[in-house]
């Protein structure tokens, strides 16, 4: 969805901060709605003042996903925008109240302090080492909903943190199925993966090392930083290990890098990466033909330009709001986050319990939600994804979005079968 990765240096410097801002006053102030109260016979607490729902958003606007961020937040106020001029949520309107992290761990961390006690839940938090950071204050004293635009399996069991789609370890499973199935990868090959350290990337290295000891494949690991921009030492070492192909798990700089790299040398493998890993402003530079050639991305979701009712008028609805901005699968992920949030929302008003714990059992009773991007989500588990589906997309600069589908959404019998954590 999903985001620049801390190193673990930055670990320490969390947990620092942590044990500050865990204890951070949960005395709500007066106006935010702290307490329950009865409007019309519809229980409410955080977050709500007055007429007004105030969900949370913490995004990445000037780090190294400021593509992403800048996306997922104009596609959830356009959300907020909608469901406000349709009548709001039991008679209030709802607002998105955004702060930017830079992915900065400590300012991801004391954004999510500032805003927590304002908020009713977040629909939007990028950046799975930040989500994780403050995952035992979520669990434990605040209890409001988030819906992070991260895929780190370290975030399941927690039934107020909400993955959407496939995990990075399950999406990696099923891109290594497409190398085996599409691109000629058998039993006895190497296969390179290139990650960031951290959760994101040691997430997706799980998913490469379990469908690797299934089909008899070797992984070759190449650990970088998200401060690493060039990839030619790594192309190289997997260039001399002989890989077939390889998995990326960084960001889109770095995919390009590696694609770009590997084609200039002469090195034609396929190459796939994460949701995270491209962006279609990507294609304008000189990576963009070797990304057409030979680079895929595995998805939770069809694309921004997918060939369905909701995707035709979410793209007529962006590009009207943001006209001067580029099309891309952000919009796709910010949407369907602030869609999953509202139908939580609207379903907790029918129950009459607009507090953080009506709206968390009430996003746990939808076990099949489709925005129109060919892929159900089941938010009944909190132990699981709410899919093990993935699509396959190819960058291609001549259809909406930058990016086509080269396969369908589904999960591999590997990814059907995998238990995350076990």
């Not at 990337?201 to 992984?219: C, D, F, N, P, Q």
């Not at 770009?260 to 949701?275: K, R």
Request: glycine content about 12%; aromatic content about 6%; hydrophobic content about 40%.
């Amino acid at each position: 969805m999903t985001t620049r990765y801390a190193a673990r240096a930055a670990a320490g410097a969390l947990a620092a901060l942590l044990v500050l801002a865990g204890c951070s006053s949960k005395a709500k102030d007066s106006d935010d709605g702290g307490g329950d109260k009865a409007a019309g016979g519809v229980k409410t607490g955080e977050g709500i003042s007055g007429k007004t729902i105030t969900l949370g958003a913490l995004t990445d606007m000037t780090g190294v996903y400021a593509t992403l961020g800048k996306s997922v937040t104009q596609a959830q106020q356009l959300y907020v925008k909608q469901l406000n001029a349709a009548g709001g949520v039991c008679g209030y309107k709802v607002a998105l109240s955004v702060r930017d992290h830079g992915y900065d761990p400590q300012k991801a961390v004391s954004g999510y302090t500032e805003l927590e006690p304002k908020v009713l839940g977040f629909a939007q938090f990028i950046g799975s080492p930040f989500v994780a950071a403050v995952k035992q204050r979520i669990d434990g004293q605040d209890k409001g909903l988030v819906l992070p635009q991260a895929w780190s399996a370290a975030l399941l069991g927690s039934p107020y943190i909400r993955v959407i789609g496939s995990t990075y370890d399950i999406e990696t499973i099923n891109a290594v199925d497409f190398l085996i199935k599409e691109k000629g990868v058998k039993k006895g090959d190497r296969i390179g993966h290139v990650y960031f350290e951290g959760d994101y990337g040691e997430s997706a290295l799980v998913g490469s090392r379990h469908i690797a000891e299934e089909a008899g494949l070797t992984v070759v690991e190449q650990k970088i930083k998200p401060t690493d921009n060039d990839m030619t030492a790594q192309v190289t070492a997997l260039k001399q290990a002989g890989v077939k192909a390889i998995v990326i798990s960084a960001g889109p700089r770095q995919a390009a890098s590696l694609v770009g790299v590997a084609a200039a040398s002469g090195f034609a493998v396929p190459v796939i990466g994460n949701n995270s890993a491209f962006a279609p402003q990507l294609l304008a530079t000189q990576a963009g033909p070797a990304l057409m050639k030979n680079y895929y991305v595995a998805s939770p979701s069809l694309p921004i330009g997918a060939d369905t009712p909701e995707a035709k008028k979410l793209v007529a609805d962006y590009r009207a709001a943001y006209p001067n901005d580029a099309l891309d699968n952000g919009i796709v992920a910010g949407w369907t986050a602030a869609s999953a949030f509202g139908e939580a929302l609207k379903k907790a008003c029918a129950n009459k319990d607009l507090t953080r714990e009506g709206v968390d059992k009430a996003l746990l009773s939808i076990d099949s939600y489709d925005v129109g991007f060919g892929v159900a989500q089941n938010f009944t588990d909190p132990k699981a994804p709410s899919s093990r589906e993935s699509v396959i997309l190819q960058p291609d600069k001549g259809v909406t979005g930058g990016m086509k589908v080269v396969r369908e959404a589904g999960a591999s019998e590997v990814a059907a079968a995998y238990t995350p954590g076990a």
